[in-house]
Structure formats: structure tokens, C-alpha cells
């Protein structure tokens, strides 16, 4: 029986109860629970907290090759060992990827914590294919983010480019990314990349095509990707 364990940035109490660190971060497990159940109503999934994780004696349920890791955090221990595993420390190392960019792609980047990006593009990477989806950007209200986000055509093809030269360069596997960047004028500042879908893909959830987190499913459990009204690479 295939099963998919879920981790989140969450505490666990001392009597075993798990607290999710937001509730974004309920959003987003209850959105890819969704997603799995409706493709795959047999599946196995179990929540794993990263206080879990980062504890000296982890009780973590026994994986095998049926297991699909879906971590939901970046706080990745470099011990655990899964597939994608390496694009999380690859991804966790903003200043490496910052530095790479800027001097491979020749794309300005963030500096420290200052200007960070408030416009994320998704991008669903299989084997087979690569589909971006439209741009989110933040809200009105904080934690709060909107899709799509209207971005002149001009500016797009340069920011595919980037998206491309950065997966390619970390050999990244299937996965659903969000590549956070913001705009100075007309040019485009590179942020980070993220490998899994963050906190802005609960946008998707109010948008009419299937949302992120299907398609983080889709991407891990290598199926067909469906249109996300992007243009296909």
C-alpha cells in the first residue's frame, strides 16, 4: 500500500497532541490530504511535525519503497534520508543560490532580508514535462496572497529563463517549485526557490484550474500534468 508522509513545521506537546505552526500551514495540509485522497483514496498518510524530527530519539513511521515523502518546511534534517532530499539543502542555502544567479545568469538578487520577493511563479516539474503556472503575489492583508498576477510579456520570458538555468543547475527531481522574486522597475530580483509548495499556493486554492498542491501530488507520483494555464517550457 503506498503511503504519503506529510511534514510540517509544527510542535508536538508533551502529552503527543501536534500543533501546526499557522494556520496557513493547516491550509496547506488539509489541501494536499484533499488532493490525495481524491486521486488515490487507498493511500496511507500520515503527518510527521518537525519537532518530531529534530528530537534526539525521532519516532518516525517505518518507510519503504512505497513511502512518498511530501515535506510541506524547508527545516529539512540533512539526516533524513529521501529522494529529494539534496534539493532541500541546495534550496535552503539562499546566499549559495543568490550568488549562483547573480553570477552565472547575471540576474540582480535579494540582499540579506532586505526587498524580499513578493511575487512567486510555480513551476510543476515531472520527468516529461515542465508547466509554469500564474504569478501570486501578496495580498492586501498579511499572510494573505492573491492569483493571478498580471506581468507584462516582456518580462516573462527572462523570468522562465531564470527558472530554467536554476533547476537545471541543481539537477532538481519532480516536484511543484514556487521561484520567489520581486521587480525593481523592469527588471527582475531573484529571491529564493522554494521546492515544495509554500505558503502562497493557498492562492490556488481559489483559482479555477487544479491547485498547487494536486499538483505537488501529481509531480511526486509522476503522472501527467494538467494545464495550469502557464505556458509549457
Keep these: 500500500m503506498r503511503k504519503a508522509l506529510i511534514i510540517v513545521n509544527a510542535e508536538v506537546k508533551a502529552e503527543g497532541t501536534t500543533y501546526l505552526a499557522s494556520p496557513a500551514t493547516e491550509k496547506m495540509v488539509m489541501a494536499l490530504e484533499t488532493a490525495i485522497y481524491a486521486d488515490s483514496p487507498s493511500t496511507q498518510v500520515e503527518v510527521i511535525a518537525t519537532a518530531t524530527l529534530w528530537s534526539k530519539n525521532p519516532q518516525l513511521p517505518k518507510a519503504d519503497e512505497d513511502t512518498v515523502y511530501f515535506p510541506l518546511t524547508i527545516e529539512i534534517p540533512t539526516w533524513l534520508s529521501f529522494p529529494e532530499q539534496k ?58 496572497y492573491e492569483q493571478p498576477i498580471t506581468l507584462d510579456n ?40 522554494w521546492p515544495f509548495p509554500a505558503a502562497p499556493a493557498i492562492a490556488s486554492l481559489n483559482y479555477p484550474h487544479p491547485n498547487l498542491f494536486t499538483c505537488y501530488w501529481q509531480c511526486l507520483t509522476h503522472q501527467p500534468l494538467p494545464s495550469l494555464t502557464g505556458s509549457p517550457s
Design 154 to 193: 516582456s518580462l516573462r520570458r527572462p523570468l522562465y529563463e531564470l527558472a530554467e538555468g536554476l533547476l537545471e543547475s541543481l539537477d532538481a527531481p519532480p516536484s511543484l517549485y514556487l521561484l520567489q522574486f520581486r521587480l525593481k522597475g523592469q527588471q527582475i530580483v531573484f529571491d529564493r526557490l
Design 87 to 144: 534539493i532541500y539543502q541546495d534550496c535552503k542555502d539562499i546566499k549559495g543560490r543568490r550568488q549562483w544567479v547573480e553570477k552565472t545568469l547575471g540576474y540582480k538578487t535579494s540582499i540579506g532580508d532586505l526587498g524580499l520577493g513578493d511575487l512567486w511563479l510555480p513551476i510543476a516539474l515531472t520527468s516529461a514535462e515542465l508547466i509554469y503556472g500564474e504569478i501570486i503575489g501578496e495580498g492586501a492583508f498579511p499572510n494573505s
